[in-house]
Structure formats: structure tokens, C-alpha cells
């Protein structure tokens, strides 16, 4: 049994936000496991939008007959706010069904009838339907290549501009709203597209995730930190199964053990829903464990609140991170474009570890036939020194993040400018803010959300009256 | 013969520089012609800039196996006045041999030793020796494919940052350089890549040439007032020459005499500099021709000023536009990415004529086998409501442009922004800014250069201050 899968295990948690709505999408490289989106996969959530199909150009930086190919990009819209001529609110999807974004993100829903503003749902090509070669898209990388963030952004912008002006809607302010690597694509959204979005509010966007610009080792130790603060002890626990982990695994008859232990989960009744803090929960089941328990036992009877939710039929895939279903869109980006290195520090509550490049490569060329370029999101889209950049170059980008979410690390937690700021939580979860508001909510997630809304009001405010004295 | 051939010369001499250095890069698509490009190639200016060649990815926007296909990108640099950590000055190369922007952008040497800036020339993918698949690379649509803008300007990108990695000097602030293509790519790249370049000095630079955005007759209507502004008389002699054209060409024998009347250019001497005020001098010869003579025969005598310039062996390949070499960049861009409508107002001195973008797009698929993108400029890089695009979202960008060159109408003429400006002088031709000074150079261009370089000062000033003090 691989190590990975208590990794995966506790970042759910970790990255869980505090609704049973929450689907976390955004897995490090090393930690990503399918079984979660598999599930997302067998059933889709009921949201007020309507489906659309938009002929979209397989290629917008070459110009070869065969980029004249189009695949067909699907969105969703929601017009029942919209008054003609007002703001277009557009979510730019990430790596999976646009339907769970939508669904995920209710906040756009709420606030839609205090703007009159249309809502629409991309979704990103290469997940979802919007899969350039039918079934055949992942096939390998002479397909998959078409698949990268700056083909997406081109996509969002033939697509808005069409659709502007299919409304006879050209002058309707656009603001592009994402969370997670739909974050990153809003924010750069922004920076590349001034000129069809006005701003952009970018939830839990790690922009800065790569080269060294943040510390290899910032997110497992933010993810450790969460379980510090819920619980020394729990932490401590976690810390020290590894090694009763590799001292069991080295026994005979020591793995069998512990496959017997994990497939106890079939037997599991009912799913229940994830606890609202699942961190604090967690935490709860491994220091009220019986006295004189192992500190493996403990953290296994811990991992039966996420297999109470997930409500696998078959148990956990143990000691294989690959997707059953072969190739998928994000190892590959990952394996040409979003090179996160991730190290686990001696601080943290993980095995420590390195990242080998070379070892990151090979792996990469192996599985896809392609070298990845490490540097090039830097260098398309910046990053270091970003306050000295951004403060001339850029306007209207909210960068939203809440501490307890370990990709937080990788964004921008300060005021940039006037009109490109940070607003930070402490106690936020993974795009929490993107959730419809429930009657739970905090103060502290009520006024965050007041912020955003105020803020885009300003952009909007602006717009008019720019166009209408300028 | 083809009235086209009037064109060209027409176009010659507006768009010529005041000094016999000046090497008109840019015609709009109808009138562009390869004997004077064809020239160029024969012989190279002596510059002091070294030779060097960059190991270039050919497709930086899909990954696929065959895109880590590398070219080898030729570059020139100058570094007598670096001081290491000083400014990096970077011309970005547009449509030919970068010795030849070298060559006419003298006022990057000359500005050289007060700024210790280090001088790059990066050529254009698929210009001079930059050629992705050697004499292969015009061959088809299926290599010509990787020829444009976006990609132009990522190669930019990546060689810069690798040149500033490679010299140890990552903090050095870059500012780029370019006259008329190369300089809406100078315009761009800051717009695009702000992380990578703090200012941009676009000269002539014609970006608003797109979509509807400057009306079609603008350019035509220029070139007239170049004429009617140098000689009433003149711009009358001209516009009233096509009737004439027109009825000889429709007598029998017309077309020989008119072929053996430009023939006779072969019996001309040696070349003869272009004089500084071209228009002026042909419209002299226009207006002092003996009386009685027709119009047509005053404008052919005019036409000498420019066979003489020329200096060609063969004459004046007649009636036919087309490169006989076969495909050429610049038409292939056109036919592509960089469709600029225009047309022929009655106003101008020019046969009325219109814009049939069907027409356009035919020949496009005939000769090349794709059909345009007209609207795909305007999308990546917009420039519709440019003033409040990007008084919100851009900085440190220079417009200069001369009024007598009738590419002005499409560029950017008004100040954005406090550090978005336009500085246009009346007498101004294409990027004449750009040229060495010299002990003859009229007061406003003196002043204009001051200016330019004041900017540029201020925009490294205050880079040295924020990565100081931020």
C-alpha cells in the first residue's frame, strides 16, 4: 500500500470546503486520485442553466488547414436575472463537467439578481463534453496537446465575443469569476484579456505555485498546520503512522493485513454527509480512540468518515494513483504546463520528501511522450515580483483565499494596487466564498462575500461610467 | 498593366523616410510588392551588432511530440555601452532581415551609451535566416502555419528571459523597440507579457488598423493629402491620370506603348538617392513637366525618381503583384491573422474602389489554403474602446507617429493614459524617429527623440525605485 493514499485522504479534508456540496477538483500531482471524480461522473447535480454547444477552433496559434478543425465547447447560461444591456457574469471552468462548477458555485446564482446580470458556465476544453476528439481525445499526445491554459483562454474569448454578439449585447460589461485552477484561468483572464473582461474575481488561485516563487514545501506544510491547530495530539498521531505504516508494510502478511483493514469499508452503511469542519472531525475520532491504540488504528478508523462519504461500492484503490480509465486532462497539464513542484518538509505531518526533476520528467515522457516546460507559465504569465508588475500593468482582480486552504500558499495574500487586492480568511476553506449562502454561514464568509459584491459593483460603476462620459 | 504598379509607387514615396536609409518594410497587402524587399537581400548593412542564434521551440501553444521541434532564432546584440544590471533594449523584429531594422533604427545606438543599455535585434520567425524549416518554410500552409503574431511574440519572450538568465542579470529592466509591424508587436508585447518588458516604444505602429475600428479609406485618404498637401496641382495631375490609364490601355497597341515607355528606365544611370522629400520632388517634376503634356506622361516622368532609386537591372515587373519567388511572410500573415480592410474613397487621388472581403477570403483559400481569421487580432489583442481599455489596464507605452505617413490613421494618436502617450508630429513619416540622427534633422524630430528618450528614463527610474524600495 502506498503512502499516497493517506496523503489523498488527508487533503480531502483539508480541501473540503464546509458544505456536503464541496468536491474538491484540485489535487496535487502527486496526491490526484480519480476514484473522487469518478463518482462525480455517475450522477450530475439539478442547476438552473441551460446548455449550449459553441463551435470553437481546435487551434488559435496555428493557422494549418487542419487547425481549422473545430470541436464543439459546451456552456451553460442562466438568463432569468438578466436585463438586456447589463452585466455578463462568466465562470471560467477548470478541469472537469462544467456542472459541478456550476453547481459549486451558487455564490454567481445569489448575487445574480441584484446586478441583472446573465450567467454562463464554460467549460473547459478536453474535460466534460467538451472533448475535441470524442472519445478518442485522451488518447495520447498528439490529441492532447490542444489541451493547455492559454488554448482555454482563447476559447472564453472567441466564445464571450460571439456571444456578445449573438445578444446584440456588445457594450455589457464582462466579469470572469473562477475558483482553484478556474481562479488562476479568471485572473490571467484578466491580465491577457483586459479588453473583454472588465475584472476578475479569482477564488483560491495559486498563480504563484510555480518555479520558486512559493516554497516547494508551503502546501503540506499548510495542510499540516490545519491539523496542528485542530490538535496537537491529532497531529502528532498522524505524524508518527508512518513509520508503524513501513513497519507493518515490512512484515509478513503485513500488507494483507491492511488491505483487510480498508476493504472493512464495504461494509459501511449509508453514506453520511462530510462533517462541516471534516479536519476537526477527523482529528475528534483519532484522540477519543481507545487508550493504547497504535497510532495506525487510529488514523485508519479516522479514514472511514471519507469512505462513509464517498460511498464506493468497491473499496479505496489502494497503492495505485493512476486512473483506471487511463490518460487524464489534468496529469497532463500538469506533465507540460503546471509544473507545481511539492516537497513535504520535516515539519510537516508527512514522510519528508523531495522533488526530483529529472525523475518528474522521465515519468512525464514515459506516460505522454512529452517533456514538460517548467518555466513556461512564468514566463506567459508572470509571477515573480508580481506586486512590482501588477501594480502598473494590471486593475480589478480580487484574489480570494482562506487560510485553512493549502493551495492559499500559492496566491496573492496582499493588496497589490487599489484595484488588484487580497482578501484573506482565516478560517476559509478551498473557494469556500464561490458556495451558495446558507443560513450556517459565518459572519466572517457573510462579509467576505459583501466585499466581493461591493468591489464588482465598483467595476461595474465604472465601466458605465466610462463608456457613457469617457 | 495594373494600376497596382501606380500604387506602389504612389506608396513609395509617402511612405519613404527623409533619408536614403530608409527602407519602406510595410505595405498595406494590395499594393505590396517584392522588388523592393528583393533588393534588400542582395547586399547587407554594416552594423555593429554580433550575430547569435537561439535554440527557439517552434509551437509554444500546443504540446504535442513534433511541437519540441526547435528552430534556431537569429538575434544581434550590441554590448559597448552595457553596464551589467543596466537597461536591456530589445527590438522586436518584424517582417524581413533584422540587419535591416538594425541598420534603420539608429536611434537605439545613439541613445545606447546614455542609458549603458545592452541592444538586442531578435528577428521574426520565418524572416531573413529565422526559418523553421529552411527553404522549406514558405512551402505550405502546413509549415507557413507557425507564422504569426502570437507566436512571434512568445519567442520573444522566452529568448529574452533566457538571455537575461544566461547574462546574470535577471533584474535588468527591458524596454522594447519596434517601428511599424514590429512596432504594434513591441505595443503588444508590453500589453501582453508586462513581467518581461516595463515600457514599449512603438513607432508607427498601426494597431487600430483592424475590424472597423479605423475607417477602410483612411490610408488611401492620407496618401492623397501627402499629395494634395506637397501640390494642389499634383494631386490633381495624379487623380485625373487613371482615365487617361484607363482609355490607353483600352486603344489597341496602348498596352505595348505603355510597357515600352517604362522600359525605358533600363537606359537610366546610375542610382541616384532617394531625395529627402519624395513627394515633393515627384510632385515637382508633376507640376514643372512642359505644357500640354498628359497627365499620364507627367506621372510616368515623375516615376523615374524611383526606377533611378531602385537602381534595378530588369524593369519594373508589371502587372503582376505577385512574388515570384512564390509565397512570401508578410502575405501569408495577411491572408491569416492580418486582414486590414481597405479601400479607395473618391476623395483620394486613387480609382474608387471597395473592400469584397469574400474576394479577400478566396484568394486567401486559393493561394494558400486557409481561410482567414478577420476579427482574431481585435480578440486576442482588442483595440475597440482601446482609451478606456487601457487607461485601466496598461502602462509605459509609447505611440509615435508622423502625420505624413498614412499608417498614422490606424495607430494610437491621442494620450491613454499618464504613462500611456501619443507623440505625433505633423511632418513625421513611417518611423522616422527611429533613424540615426543627423546634423540635418529638423527641430521637431530633434525634440520628438528627446521626448522619447525622457520617457524611457522615467520608465527606468522608477523600476530601479520599486524593486529598490517596494
Given at each position: 500500500?502506498?503512502?499516497s493514499s493517506?496523503?489523498?485522504?488527508?487533503?480531502i479534508?483539508?480541501?473540503?470546503?464546509?458544505?456536503?456540496e464541496s468536491?474538491p477538483?484540485f489535487?496535487?500531482?502527486?496526491?490526484?486520485?480519480?476514484?473522487?471524480?469518478?463518482?462525480?461522473?455517475?450522477?450530475?447535480?439539478?442547476?438552473?442553466?441551460?446548455?449550449?454547444?459553441?463551435?470553437?477552433?481546435?487551434?488559435?496559434f496555428?493557422?494549418?488547414?487542419q487547425?481549422?478543425?473545430?470541436?464543439?465547447?459546451?456552456?451553460?447560461?442562466?438568463?432569468?436575472?438578466?436585463?438586456?444591456?447589463?452585466?455578463?457574469?462568466?465562470?471560467?471552468?477548470?478541469?472537469?463537467?462544467?456542472?459541478w462548477?456550476?453547481?459549486?458555485?451558487?455564490?454567481?446564482?445569489?448575487?445574480?439578481?441584484?446586478f441583472?446580470a446573465?450567467?454562463?458556465?464554460?467549460?473547459?476544453?478536453?474535460?466534460?463534453?467538451?472533448?475535441?476528439?470524442?472519445?478518442?481525445?485522451?488518447?495520447?499526445?498528439?490529441?492532447?496537446?490542444?489541451?493547455?491554459?492559454?488554448?482555454?483562454?482563447?476559447?472564453f474569448?472567441?466564445?464571450?465575443?460571439?456571444?456578445?454578439?449573438?445578444?446584440?449585447?456588445?457594450?455589457?460589461?464582462?466579469?470572469?469569476?473562477?475558483?482553484?485552477?478556474?481562479?488562476?484561468l479568471?485572473?490571467?483572464?484578466?491580465?491577457?484579456y483586459?479588453?473583454?473582461?472588465?475584472?476578475?474575481?479569482a477564488?483560491?488561485?495559486?498563480?504563484?505555485?510555480?518555479?520558486?516563487?512559493?516554497?516547494?514545501?508551503?502546501?503540506?506544510?499548510?495542510?499540516?498546520?490545519?491539523?496542528?491547530?485542530?490538535?496537537l495530539?491529532?497531529?502528532?498521531?498522524?505524524k508518527?503512522?508512518?513509520?508503524?505504516?513501513d513497519?507493518?508494510?515490512?512484515?509478513?502478511?503485513?500488507?494483507?493485513?491492511?488491505?483487510?483493514?480498508?476493504?472493512?469499508?464495504?461494509?459501511?452503511?449509508?453514506?453520511?454527509?462530510?462533517?462541516?469542519?471534516?479536519?476537526?472531525?477527523?482529528?475528534?475520532?483519532?484522540?477519543?480512540?481507545?487508550?493504547?491504540?497504535?497510532?495506525l488504528s487510529?488514523?485508519f478508523?479516522a479514514?472511514?468518515?471519507?469512505?462513509?462519504?464517498?460511498?464506493?461500492?468497491?473499496?479505496?484503490?489502494?497503492?495505485?494513483?493512476e486512473?483506471?480509465?487511463?490518460?487524464?486532462?489534468?496529469?497532463?497539464?500538469?506533465?507540460?504546463?503546471?509544473?507545481?513542484?511539492?516537497?513535504c518538509?520535516?515539519?510537516?505531518m508527512?514522510?519528508?520528501?523531495s522533488?526530483?526533476?529529472?525523475?518528474f520528467?522521465?515519468?512525464?515522457m514515459?506516460?505522454?511522450?512529452?517533456a514538460?516546460r517548467?518555466?513556461?507559465?512564468?514566463?506567459?504569465?508572470?509571477?515573480?515580483?508580481?506586486?512590482?508588475?501588477?501594480?502598473?500593468s494590471?486593475s480589478?482582480?480580487?484574489?480570494?483565499?482562506?487560510?485553512?486552504?493549502?493551495?492559499?500558499?500559492?496566491?496573492?495574500?496582499?493588496?497589490?494596487?487599489?484595484?488588484?487586492?487580497?482578501?484573506?480568511?482565516?478560517?476559509?476553506?478551498?473557494?469556500?466564498?464561490?458556495?451558495?449562502?446558507?443560513k450556517?454561514?459565518?459572519?466572517?464568509?457573510?462579509?467576505?462575500?459583501?466585499?466581493?459584491?461591493?468591489?464588482?459593483?465598483?467595476?461595474?460603476d465604472?465601466?458605465?461610467?466610462?463608456?457613457?462620459?469617457?
Amino acid at each position: 500500500m502506498a503512502p499516497s493514499s493517506f496523503f489523498h485522504l488527508l487533503l480531502i479534508f483539508t480541501m473540503s470546503a464546509t458544505t456536503i456540496e464541496s468536491m474538491p477538483t484540485f489535487f496535487p500531482r502527486a496526491t490526484y486520485h480519480s476514484s473522487l471524480l469518478k463518482q462525480a461522473k455517475d450522477s450530475k447535480p439539478k442547476i438552473p442553466y441551460k446548455t449550449h454547444y459553441f463551435p470553437q477552433l481546435l487551434d488559435h496559434f496555428t493557422f494549418q488547414p487542419q487547425s481549422s478543425k473545430i470541436f464543439y465547447q459546451k456552456y451553460l447560461i442562466n438568463n432569468q436575472y438578466w436585463r438586456k444591456g447589463g452585466p455578463i457574469f462568466v465562470y471560467t471552468g477548470n478541469e472537469g463537467e462544467i456542472e459541478w462548477f456550476a453547481a459549486n458555485t451558487g455564490f454567481m446564482l445569489d448575487i445574480a439578481p441584484k446586478f441583472h446580470a446573465l450567467l454562463v458556465f464554460i467549460e473547459h476544453r478536453f474535460y466534460g463534453e467538451s472533448m475535441p476528439f470524442g472519445k478518442h481525445s485522451y488518447k495520447s499526445a498528439k490529441t492532447l496537446g490542444y489541451l493547455n491554459s492559454q488554448q482555454a483562454l482563447a476559447d472564453f474569448a472567441v466564445l464571450i465575443r460571439s456571444l456578445k454578439q449573438n445578444l446584440s449585447s456588445e457594450a455589457s460589461p464582462v466579469v470572469v469569476f473562477g475558483g482553484s485552477y478556474g481562479g488562476m484561468l479568471a485572473a490571467w483572464f484578466r491580465l491577457k484579456y483586459p479588453h473583454i473582461a472588465i475584472g476578475a474575481l479569482a477564488s483560491s488561485a495559486p498563480i504563484l505555485q510555480f518555479d520558486n516563487i512559493t516554497p516547494w514545501s508551503s502546501f503540506y506544510d499548510a495542510v499540516s498546520q490545519d491539523y496542528k491547530d485542530a490538535s496537537l495530539n491529532c497531529y502528532e498521531v498522524i505524524k508518527g503512522s508512518w513509520a508503524e505504516l513501513d513497519a507493518l508494510s515490512a512484515q509478513k502478511q503485513g500488507l494483507a493485513e491492511l488491505s483487510r483493514t480498508f476493504r472493512t469499508c464495504k461494509n459501511l452503511k449509508s453514506m453520511d454527509p462530510l462533517p462541516a469542519y471534516p479536519v476537526q472531525a477527523m482529528c475528534k475520532i483519532i484522540d477519543e480512540f481507545s487508550p493504547g491504540a497504535t497510532k495506525l488504528s487510529r488514523v485508519f478508523a479516522a479514514a472511514s468518515l471519507y469512505y462513509n462519504y464517498l460511498q464506493t461500492e468497491k473499496c479505496f484503490d489502494l497503492g495505485n494513483g493512476e486512473d483506471s480509465h487511463g490518460l487524464n486532462g489534468w496529469d497532463w497539464q500538469a506533465c507540460t504546463e503546471m509544473v507545481m513542484p511539492m516537497t513535504c518538509s520535516s515539519e510537516s505531518m508527512f514522510p519528508p520528501s523531495s522533488f526530483s526533476y529529472q525523475e518528474f520528467a522521465d515519468n512525464c515522457m514515459k506516460n505522454y511522450g512529452v517533456a514538460p516546460r517548467p518555466h513556461w507559465i512564468t514566463t506567459e504569465f508572470g509571477g515573480s515580483r508580481i506586486e512590482q508588475v501588477l501594480k502598473k500593468s494590471g486593475s480589478n482582480i480580487i484574489f480570494s483565499n482562506g487560510m485553512q486552504d493549502p493551495w492559499s500558499r500559492g496566491s496573492v495574500l496582499k493588496n497589490i494596487s487599489a484595484s488588484i487586492v487580497a482578501l484573506v480568511t482565516e478560517k476559509g476553506a478551498h473557494h469556500v466564498d464561490f458556495r451558495s449562502a446558507t443560513k450556517e454561514d459565518p459572519d466572517w464568509l457573510i462579509n467576505q462575500r459583501r466585499q466581493e459584491v461591493e468591489i464588482i459593483q465598483k467595476w461595474i460603476d465604472e465601466y458605465y461610467k466610462d463608456i457613457n462620459h469617457g
